[in-house]
C-alpha cells in the first residue's frame, strides 16, 4: 500500500513536445504529491507539488494533473527543452509526527533531443 | 528550503573498511534523513535522524551496518561499516524543514 508506480521507465521527446509522466498510489492517506528532478551528479530537487484538494496545478512549463478518484497523478512538461533532460521521481507522502514521511516512485529519465 | 553539503562527493574504498559520510545543513532541522539510490533507480530510506534520540531504520538496515550519529540540529554523519561490493552505491541525505532538500549525494564504490 506504500508503493508509487511510476511510468515510463525512460522517456525521448522531442526539443519543443510534451513530456508526460504518469504515477499511481494505493494508500488514500497520501496528503501530498511532490515531483522531483534529478540531475546526474546531484540531489533531487522539488520541482512541484499539489495537494489533493486541487486537480491541477501550474507552474510555468510543468503542469501536474490529480486524478483523486483514479488515485493518479501526472507530470506534463509542455515546450520541452534539452535543459530538462533529468531523472523525475514523483512521491507521495503523508504526515508522520510533524514531518511528511514520503514514498519514491521508481523514476523516469527523460531525454529531450535537439 | 535549506541548503545541504555532503562529503565526500565519492569515493573508492577496499571491502571491509568503513567510509563516514558527513552533511552540514545551513539551518536548524529537526528531521534528517539518509537514503540510499542505486545508479538509475530510485532512492530507498535507511534510517531518520533526530537530533538527541536513536536513529530510526527501515526494514533491511541495522544500525551495526549504518551507524548514524546526529550531534547537533545541523549535522549528521552515516557510516558505511564493514563494506562489500554490494554497498556500491549513492547515499543521500536529506532534511526537512517545511519540505524536503537533498544533498548531492555520496557516490560509493568498494573494491
Known amino acids: 500500500q506504500q508503493q508509487v508506480k511510476q511510468s515510463p521507465q525512460s522517456l525521448i521527446v522531442q526539443k519543443g513536445g510534451i513530456s508526460i509522466i504518469n504515477c499511481a498510489y494505493e494508500?488514500?492517506?497520501?496528503?501530498?504529491f511532490p515531483w522531483y528532478q534529478q540531475f546526474p551528479g546531484k540531489g533531487p530537487a522539488l520541482l512541484i507539488a499539489i495537494r489533493p484538494d486541487v486537480s491541477e496545478k501550474k507552474e510555468g512549463r510543468f503542469t501536474i494533473s490529480f486524478n483523486k478518484s483514479a488515485k493518479q497523478f501526472s507530470l506534463h512538461i509542455m515546450d520541452s527543452q534539452p535543459g530538462d533532460s533529468a531523472t523525475y521521481f514523483c512521491a507521495a507522502s503523508m504526515n508522520s509526527g510533524g514531518y511528511q514521511k514520503v514514498t519514491f516512485g521508481t523514476g523516469t529519465k527523460l531525454q529531450v533531443i535537439p | 528550503s535549506a541548503v545541504i553539503s555532503q562529503k565526500p562527493s565519492r569515493d573508492i574504498c577496499q571491502r571491509g573498511t568503513s567510509l563516514t559520510i558527513q552533511c552540514q545543513v545551513d539551518s536548524q532541522v529537526t528531521m534528517m534523513f539518509w537514503y540510499r539510490q542505486q545508479p538509475g533507480q530510485s532512492l530507498t530510506l535507511i534510517a531518520t535522524a533526530n537530533q538527541g534520540s536513536e536513529a530510526t531504520y527501515e526494514s533491511g538496515f541495522v544500525i551495526d551496518k549504518f551507524p548514524i550519529s546526529r550531534p547537533n540540529l545541523t549535522f549528521s554523519t552515516l557510516t558505511v561499516s564493514n563494506m562489500s561490493p554490494e554497498d556500491s552505491s549513492i547515499y543521500l541525505c536529506s532534511a526537512w524543514r517545511g519540505g524536503y532538500t537533498f544533498g548531492s549525494g555520496t557516490r560509493l564504490t568498494v573494491v
Open positions: 494508500n488514500t492517506a497520501f496528503d501530498y
